[in-house]
Structures are given as C-alpha cells and as structure tokens.
C-alpha cells in the first residue's frame, strides 16, 4: 500500500464524491466493453451520450452551457478514473477542443456547440498534426481561403485522435503568411460535410480502442462566421495558451498508469511461486516494487500539487511542462520494470500489464514530445 499523500485543498468531499460515481460508472459500463472496443479500433461515439448525461464529459462548464460549473480538477479526476481502467484518452481531446470553444468563441458560438459537447451530442477532435509538421506548427500546410462568406479548406491533416468517431473538428488552418501569424482555427461539423473525408483508421503500436486517422479536407466549405476569435492569425497563439492545461491532461493519467502498474505487479507476484516461494519473496522483486512505489508516491505528489495550482490559477507553464516531462518518463520505466516481473505472462496481450506498457509509449510522444518539454523548460532557465 502506497503512503498516505498530503491532502490538498482541492481534494475535499464533494469531489470525492464525484470521483466515487465516475469510478462506478466507468467499472460497469465502459471497461466491461474495452476488449470490444480494442478489437475494432474505436469506441462509438454514442457510448459518451450517457456519459456526458452524467456530467462527466465537462463538468467544468458553466451550467448556461450544459456543465456544473466546477473546477477544472473534476475533470482531472475524469481523466485519472478513466486511465485507471484503460480507457483511452478520446475524452481529452474532446476536452480541449471544448476549451479552445469556450476562450476565444463568441456568445453565438459558445451556445450553438457547447452544451452538445457537455451532452455527448457532439464527440470533438483537434486537427493539428499534418503529413510533414508536427510540432512544428507554423509549418503548416492546410489552408482556408476565403471566398464571399466562405472559408474553402483545402488539405490533410494525419495522426488525429477522435478522427474518425468525431462529429466536430477544431482545425489549424493557415489564413495568411508562412509562420505563427498565418495559423487560425476553424470549427467544423463533419457530418454529411461535402469535401470532408476520412482517410485510413492508423493502425498503432498501442491504445487499440482509440481512433486516430488521416483527414483529408478538398473544396470543403465552411462559413465565416466558423472561425475562433475575432480575427484572422490568432491560431498559434490560442494553441499555446491551452498548452499548461493539455500537460495537466496527460500528467495525471501518467501517475494514474504508473500506480496501477504497481497495483498489479504486487498483487501477481505474491501469487506467483517459483522455486518454493512467491516471487515477491525474492529480495529483487521487493527492491524493485519499492522503487516504483517511490515513484508512484512522488509523481502523485507532484500532479497533486500541480492540481491545487491549476485550480488556484497559479499553475507556471514551466511547471506544467516538468509534470508531463517527468511522469510520462517515469510512467514508461514502471511499467516497463513491472512488466519483467511478470516474466513471460508480461508479455502476453490478455494481461493488462502488457497493454499498459504498449499503451504507455506514446505519453512521450503526443501532446508534446520529452525532447520539446525538455526545451521549452530550458528556455527559462538563462533568460
């Protein structure tokens, strides 16, 4: 059992509360499904109608747009119960396209999607990534050209989460000059959307039940009044202010993983004999699970802290950017060494260890690869 972890203010009993429903919820009605869900490649966008019917899906908007008007850290808790089980991470995205609605909408906008994001009416992704730019995102190619009161979209976006099950897209587009100044977003409702198409389900490495795809976007159409924020060119600058915040999305499942990797590893190895005794006996093996459980106990600290600094408004990008940095690597090396625990059962895909550690690569990955969180911490430390 890990110790006992600092309560912060935060942590008090009505989200406890909360999280207790989440956590019933997602037992009986989502994990049951996940093997379903794994072998076909996506989770149905109807699956989330009653999970946003539960106030799960965004509890933190104002209830004059479908939320309770909580803090952002129930929707953390969300993240942290549905990472807990294995459920694939659609409903972040699905969060952060919400938030970029929610900042720079207008009024008009804001009711038109956002109490059907609340609802599950509407499932969101965010077309960011395309063929040839990544992170790199004032190298982007998709472009909205006007045309009267019309945006015309012309390109391709790859490696989008929620890609095909989506019925709303948040997409960087360029509007203007080559660089950061260019870049806007743009919202689309992709059904029966003339010029819109989805390209090939990517087959992946890990996370089966999450649809990531290839967009392709040809003459689509789409009307002025679709753009986010006032203004042409504020696209990068909107992406980066969310930046903190989408860390915070991926941190907290990190520590969640890293916890239940934990979990399972000391419960296999005080059932597991070999050679006249539980491999938990052998002094290796509890030399090893104490070390993750140090890790465990700290990176929950961490995200904790980092929590109560996110509802309290004083959460440092930087700070931000350590938690996904670090928890994402300590979250590859547990599983990793839970998994050799396991011996060869690890390795074995109908064990969660094994999905955990498949699933676990890519938190290095999105949202930020370890080699650009590390440089954007580095830029403030010689300012």
């Known amino acids: 059992m890990l110790p006992q972890l600092y309560r912060h203010r935060w942590m008090d009993d009505e989200i406890e509360a909360f999280r207790e429903q989440v ?3 997602v037992v009986a009605e989502l994990a049951p499904q996940l093997d379903g869900w794994r072998r076909q490649g996506f989770v149905p966008r109807e699956v989330w109608r009653p999970f946003g019917e539960m106030g799960f899906l965004l509890p933190e908007l104002d209830e004059r747009y479908g939320g ?3 803090t952002l850290a129930y929707q953390l808790v969300v993240q942290d119960e549905l990472a807990k089980a294995e459920v694939p991470a659609n409903t972040a995205v699905h969060n952060l ?3 970029y609605i929610l900042d720079y909408g207008s009024d008009a906008q804001k009711q038109r999607w956002l109490p059907k994001l609340a609802s599950g009416e509407m499932l969101a992704g965010i077309a960011l990534t395309e063929p040839g730019c990544g992170s790199d995102l004032k190298a982007l190619r998709t ?3 006007r045309d009267g009161e019309h945006y015309v979209i012309d390109g391709a976006k790859t490696f989008i989460t929620n890609g095909f099950s989506a019925n709303l897209l948040v997409v960087a587009v360029r509007t203007g000059e080559a660089g950061s100044r260019g870049v806007s977003l743009v919202v689309l409702e992709t059904e029966n959307l003339p010029g819109f198409r989805v390209g090939r389900r990517l087959e992946k490495l890990g996370q089966h039940a999450s649809d990531t ?3 392709f976007f040809d003459g689509v159409r789409v009307s002025l009044d679709q753009l986010l924020g006032e203004v042409e060119g504020q696209g990068f600058a909107q992406l980066m202010s969310q930046l903190p915040y989408e860390r915070m999305l991926l941190c907290v499942p990190a520590a969640a993983v890293i916890e239940r990797a934990v979990e399972l590893t000391v419960d296999y190895t005080q059932q597991r004999k070999a050679f006249g005794q539980t491999v938990f006996d052998f002094q290796n ?3 090893k699970l104490a070390e993750c459980a140090t890790l465990a106990h700290v990176a929950r600290s961490f995200v904790n802290d980092c929590v109560q600094r996110l509802v309290d408004g004083t959460l440092e990008p930087e700070a931000a950017y350590m938690a996904k940095l670090w928890c994402s690597e300590q979250q590859g090396k547990v599983v990793d060494e839970c998994l050799q625990l396991f011996g060869g059962y690890g ?6 260890i094994a999905r955990l550690y498949a699933d676990s690569r890519i938190q290095r990955i999105y949202g930020g690869t370890s080699e650009i969180m590390k440089d954007l911490i580095a830029r403030k430390l010689a300012p």
């Open 23 to 25: 956590r019933r919820y």
């Open 347 to 352: 390795y074995m895909a109908e064990y969660p």
């Open 143 to 145: 472009r909205a050209r």
């Open 285 to 287: 093996t509890r030399f």
């Open 68 to 70: 309770a008007g909580a």
């Open 213 to 215: 795809a290839e967009l």
């Open 97 to 99: 396209a919400a938030h």
